[in-house]
């Protein structure tokens, strides 16, 4: 059974395309039933965040898987196509153990990807679509992300998307420690985010969240309010700096709603970070005068320069990653002699039980023990060689060497002079 991967990302298509194939959370398990079901694929795994969406599947056809995708969200395959990249076996190992580590994410050896990995995994383990195959593979690509973290650099001073959203906003505001922040969901990515803000100490930090409940005990952590989400379109105005992250398919801010925020602050400046795939802000608010609207991809740039110094680390990660992809490889190579090695056990286990069964029979007519036993030996012996010697016997030429070579080197046989 063969591996493939099936994907796009940051490096292949913009943040106008990659949100249109983005799965949204709570409907993963049923599109993985639908693509096990709908194509010919024995096992599947799908890793759908910011940055990517990409389909990682254990036999079947990358061109049907790409049909699929597009199909799925209702898109002509030649919208998507040309953004879209297809792993054969080796390199569908490696990449994966390269995305575990962090080496192909925006933020070069961010950690929040390896969660994300653990959580596409355990979806497609509940959907029934994560075989022995794959999930091999996402324990393998774990471990060497945990190798890669603890022996080299890779990790070491992150330059995340919470840090860069700091920073484009102090490009705007000469000091954070006077500005209000509201943010907007309540997962991961905006509690790194309130995390880093809360840092500069700023006048004020609210969290508005679908669950006001979630939102009350985030906000907790960081003395701060929270609001429904509900509320939003009428409070925007009180805040100088907005990001948002939420799984919402539709955006959440649309350009009616700053636009009147705007004209309550009379036009004071606001920045608006969108970390969301779908996208939470209109991106036609990035259009007007008095508001700093940035998206992952304006985040991208900034983090980038910060890369230089991990460098070297990368060098020696890849060396690790080029081990155990082989290591991986070996695996999967030896579980095809599998069902060969149960075929010679079993025809072992008759020989034995036939030889056994004749000793008893043996025993039981009163012969001697000695002699059972030594007929007992010489049985299982015979039965054992009989198939390499036969096979001797009847070939010739190329093919008796071929198999006199194979022989000395399965028994570990060294011949006299």
């Known amino acids: 059974m063969q591996l493939f991967a099936l994907g796009i990302n940051h490096h292949t298509a913009p943040l106008a395309v990659r949100e249109q194939v983005a799965f949204l959370p709570e409907r993963l398990s049923q599109a993985l039933s639908d693509l096990v079901r709908a194509k010919p694929v024995r096992e599947a795994a799908i890793l759908s965040t910011c940055n ?26 030649e919208r998507i196509s040309p953004y879209i990249y297809t792993l054969p076996q ?145 409070r925007l105005a009180d805040y100088d700096i907005v990001v948002s992250c939420t799984a919402s398919p539709l955006p959440i801010i649309g350009l009616g709603m700053v636009e009147r925020a705007i004209k309550a602050r009379r036009h004071r400046p606001m920045v608006m970070v969108d970390l969301a795939v779908p996208r939470d802000i209109e991106a036609e608010v990035g259009k007007l005068g008095d508001v700093f609207l940035y998206t992952l991809d304006d985040l991208g740039q900034i983090v980038e320069s910060g890369m230089e110094s991990r460098q070297a680390a990368v060098v020696e990660a890849e060396q690790i990653i080029d081990t155990r992809v082989d290591s991986f490889l070996h695996w999967m190579d030896a579980r095809d002699a599998v069902p060969t090695i149960r075929a010679l056990r079993d025809a072992a286990e008759r020989a034995r039980r036939h030889e056994l069964e004749h000793a008893h029979k043996l025993l039981a007519r009163g012969d001697s023990p000695e002699q059972v036993l030594e007929a007992l030996s010489q049985g299982i012996t015979n039965k054992l060689l009989h198939a390499p010697m036969q096979a001797l016997n009847h070939a010739e030429g190329d093919e008796r060497n071929q198999l006199a070579q194979m022989i000395t080197r399965i028994y570990h046989l060294h011949h006299g002079e």
């Open 52 to 77: 990517r969406t990409e389909l990682y599947c254990a036999a079947g056809q990358p061109a049907a898987a790409a049909e699929w995708l597009a199909e799925y969200h209702a898109l002509p395959v």
């Open 90 to 234: 080796r390199e569908t190992v490696r990449h994966l153990f390269r995305v575990a580590s962090g080496l192909d994410s925006m933020v070069l050896g961010e950690p929040q990807i390896l969660g994300q990995m653990k959580q596409a995994a355990r979806t497609a383990e509940q959907a029934g679509t994560l075989g022995i195959l794959l999930g091999k593979l996402f324990q393998r690509s774990f471990a060497v992300a945990k190798e890669v973290r603890s022996t080299t650099a890779i990790g070491a001073n992150i330059v995340s998307m919470a840090a860069a959203a700091v920073h484009l906003s102090s490009r705007i505001f000469e000091s954070l420690a006077g500005q209000r922040v509201l943010f907007i969901g309540a997962g991961e990515m905006i509690e790194l985010c309130a995390a880093h803000f809360s840092g500069h100490q700023p006048q004020r930090i609210t969290i508005a969240n679908r669950t006001l409940r979630r939102a009350e005990e985030l906000a907790q952590r960081f003395q701060g309010d929270a609001i429904p989400l509900d509320e939003v379109a009428g």
